[in-house]
DNA sequence: CACTAAACGAGACGGTACGTCGAGTCTTGGA
DNA sequence: TCCAAGACTCGACGTACCGTCTCGTTTAGTG
C-alpha cells in the first residue's frame, strides 16, 4: 500500500536534510522519457538513474521497485476521465468507451498493459496500480450507472460492479490479449451491445447446477 | 510463430544423433514442477537445467524462451473446455462460463496470467498463448454463439468475435486486474447478464460523435 | 601530523558552542566496543556513530578515518611500558620483552597489527600510531640501552636504533606474519640469543660489495 | 590453503569448456599493470575486469579475493633469492641481507607490505603469501644455518627458526613500521650486529622471573 | 536577556564497489 | 548430430558505506 505512496506522503518531516524535489523530478522525468523508448519490463534502474543523474541509493530510498516509479511517472501525465455532460448515462458511457478506446490504442495503452503485467508478479504493484489508475476511472463509471439506476434509465437491481466489469472487460480483453485491435468498430459496436445488458435485469438464468 | 512450434516440428531429421525424448520430457517434467512453487517470472532456464538434469544448451536449441517452454509443459496438463451438451446455446455458454471461472481460480489461473503478463512483452510469447489456449476455448464459444445465431435464439446480426469478448471480456479483467474476485457469485450473476444483450440488437446506439 | 591531534587542541575557541565531551567519550567507547566484535578493517564509521548515538558528521568534524578514532580510543587502554627496575640493563631489556611478547598475544596485538595494516595504506595513520604507541616504548628501550652504553654493559659504538630493531623486529615480524606463534618460548629464547650481540661490537663484517 | 591454489590445480577436469589460459593471464596481466599504480587496498575486481577484459564473474570463479589475484600476479615476477655461492655461510647469510634490502626498497616491497596488512584481515591470504613468498627466502636462510651448524661455523645448539627471526625480524619491522629507512647503511651494519649473536650460545640469560 | 556562532542530531545526497545471479554463447569430450 | 558439462561475456541486481550536504535544534559565552 505505502509501496508508491511514499512519495506523496507529505510527512511534516521536519529533522534531517529534507527530500530534494529536483531529484524527485529528475527520476519521473527520466523515467518518462525511458518510457517512451523501452518496455517497463527493459526499464533499469540503473538507467533511470543515470539518466536522471541521481545515485542509485536516492531511488532505492524512495522507491521499491521500477514499477512503482513508472506508475508515479506516468501518473501525472496520464489523461483524466472527466464525467461526460451528455444527455442520458448511456451515452455518457458510451463516450467514455469511445475515448478509452482511443486512448489505449496508443503509447499508454501500452504502458497500461505492461504495468499490468508487471503486477502480476508482485502484488503490490497491481494493488497500487489499480487504485491509482483503473479504479479512478472506474469509479466515475459506477457513480454514472448509480445516477442511472436512479432514474429509471437502468434496473434498478442492476449490481454496478458487475456493470462495470461488462463495461470494461472486453477492452482489457482486447487490450492485453490482443486477438482482435482496440479499432473504432470495436468502441462504436461494443456501447450498442453492452448497453442492452445494463436495462434489463438479468433474466436469462440458466444455471449451470440447475 | 515458431517460439514454440520447433517441438512439434517433426522434421524428418535423419542425420546424427536423434533428438532425446527423455530430455525433453524431462524438461516440461521439470517445468511444470517448478511452476507450482514459483512464478513464470521466476522460473529460471538455469534452474530448469538443474532441476531437470539437462544442460542449458539443450533447452536453448529447443525453446526460445522460458514462456515457451512453459507453454509447452503446461499444455498437456490444461484442462479442455468440452463442448457443454445443454438444451440451449445460452445455457451451454452459461455452464461453460461457471467452469472457467472456477478453473481460473485456482493454480491454473495463476499461470494464465503469468503467461498473459509475460507475453505483453514478447509478442511471440502472447501469440503462441493465445493460439494454444484461449482461441481452443473461444472457438469453441463462437461456433456456440453461430449456431444460436443460426437456431434464431441469438439476433442474427450479433457480430459473433463482440459477443466472445463480451462473454469472456470481464472474467480476464477480474483475473488480471484482480480488483474482485472470481467467485461463485460472479459466475452466476454474469452470464444472466449478458445473454441479454446477445438476444438483442444493439440498440442503443449513442454513438460519442453523432 | 594534525591527524589525530585535533583532539587534544584546545584551541581557545571561545565563541560558539563547546565541543560535547560526551559526544566524544560516546565515540570512544563505541569504538573500543566495537573493536572487540570486529577488526579495525571492518569498522565503520556508520556503525560508530549508531553505537554511539551521535551523529556521522560529530566524527567527521573531529576525526579524518576510523583509524584515528581506533588510536584515540586505544590509547587510553593500551598498558604503558614502565621502566623496569632491575640490576643491569640487559635484565630489564629481557624483562621488557617477555611483557610485551605477553601483551601482543592477547587482544591488543590483534588490534596493533590491525593498526600497522591499515597504516601502510595511510601514511598519516602509520605515524600517528607509530608516534603515539611503538615509539613511546622504543623510547624507553633506547634510554635502557644508551645507559647500558655509558656503563660498559654494552659496546659503546653500539647504534642504539640499530640495537631497537633488533629487539623488536623478530616480536612485530613473527606478530605480523604469524609463521610461528608468540609463546613464552619466543620470549625467554629470543633476548638470551640477542644480547649476545649487544655485548660485542659487530665484528663479523663480511661485506656483500667488497 | 586453497584460496590461491586453484590456479596451480591442474584438476584433471576432462569435462566441459576448458578454463581459458587467455583470460587467466590477461587478468595477472592487468592486475600487475594496476598494481604499479594503485595500492593493494585501492585494487578493485571491478578495475581489473574492465582493464583485463573479463567479466567480474570470471575472476570470482577462480579467485577468493583480490589479494589472492595479486599473490598470483606477483609471484611470477618477484626475483627469486639464490643460494648465495660465498666462502661462508654468515657472507651468503650477508649477502642475501643486503640483496632483500635492496629489493624491499623499490615497488616490490611496497606490495609486499601491503599484501602482509591485508593478510592481517583474511588469514587465508596471510597464510598464501607467506607460504609461497616468505616462506620460501627462509627457507633458503634456514638451509644456510643449518649448514653452518653442521661446519661447526655457528653454534651448534643454536635455535634456527629463531636465528631467521632475528635476520629477518628487523627487515620488516622497518619495512612495515617504516620508522627508519631501508638503507644502505642498515643492511650492512644489521648482519655484522646479528652474526655475533649467531656465533656464540645465548648465554646472557636474565630471565625475567627467576 | 537577547544575540551569535559553533556544535549537534538527523538524514538525504551522489558515488563506488561489492558479490550474486541469470542470460545467452561457446568449447570441449563422449554417445 | 546431439548431449552434459561447464567456462565465458555481459549487465543489472540490491546493499553497504563513503564523505558531503542541508536542515532545524541546542548550548554556551558576549554585548
Sequence with gaps: MDATEATAT?????????RSEAARQAILEA???????????DLT??????????SKSTIYRWWPNKAAIAIDAVEAIMP????????SVSAALTEQLVLLVEHYRGPYGRIVKELIAEGQT???????????????????ARDLIEYGKSTGEFDAALNSDLAC????????????????????????ALPKQIL????????????AHP
Tied chains: 1, 2, 3, 4.
Design 10 to 18: 507529505a510527512t511534516a518531516r521536519t529533522r534531517g536534510r529534507p
Design 31 to 41: 523515467t518518462r522519457a525511458l518510457l517512451e523508448v523501452t518496455t517497463v519490463r
Design 45 to 54: 534502474i540503473e538507467t533511470i538513474a543515470k539518466q536522471a543523474g541521481v
Design 80 to 87: 483524466r476521465s472527466r464525467l461526460a455532460k451528455s444527455k
Design 122 to 140: 508482485d502484488p503490490e504493484v497491481l494493488a497500487a496500480f489499480r487504485d491509482r489508475f483503473l479504479l479512478r476511472r472506474r469509479t466515475v
Design 165 to 188: 466489469d461488462i463495461i470494461y472487460g472486453p477492452v482489457y480483453y482486447r487490450l492485453l490479449v490482443a486477438h482482435l485491435p482496440l479499432d473504432d468498430e470495436f468502441s462504436r
Design 196 to 207: 442492452v445488458a445494463l436495462h434489463h435485469p438479468g433474466i436469462y438464468g440458466f444455471s
